[in-house]
């Protein structure tokens, strides 16, 4: 069973940073990658930034410059460096965690953490 527990969400100011943290239940390198997501309401949930297991990025174009994404596969941990934070950046964030091989594919999923930026 793998559980994924973000933590790092709140009330920020336009213009201020968070850091969102995703720890997962065993190793993250089993993964072949992981990312975030978010949902604002009203809208679909879209990719933020997602990291593969041999550490490439990728990542939305409005968030580029702005975000980092790492991991540490001690801790078996993803991060989200939110910088310069924006009131369009309001939204539910997912952790999620994908498992794919020749015929199948798993994704993993947080249960989310709020982000909300004023203006």
């Known amino acids: 069973q793998v559980q994924l527990v973000e933590s790092g969400g709140g009330l920020v100011q336009a213009g201020g940073s968070l850091r969102l943290s995703c720890a997962a239940s065993?190793?993250?390198?089993?993964?072949?990658?992981m990312g975030w997501y978010r949902q604002a309401p009203g809208k679909q949930r879209e990719l933020v930034a997602g990291?593969?297991?041999?550490?490439?990025?990728n990542y939305a174009d409005s968030v580029k410059d702005r975000f980092t994404i790492s991991r540490d596969n001690a801790k078996n941990t993803v991060y989200l460096q939110m910088n310069s934070l924006k009131p369009e950046d309001t939204a539910v964030y997912y952790c999620n965690a994908r498992m794919s091989g020749m015929t199948i594919m798993n994704d993993y999923w947080g249960q989310g953490t709020q982000v909300t930026v004023s203006s």
């Open positions: 065993g190793s993250i390198f089993r993964f072949n990658a």
């Open positions: 990291i593969t297991r041999g550490d490439s990025t």
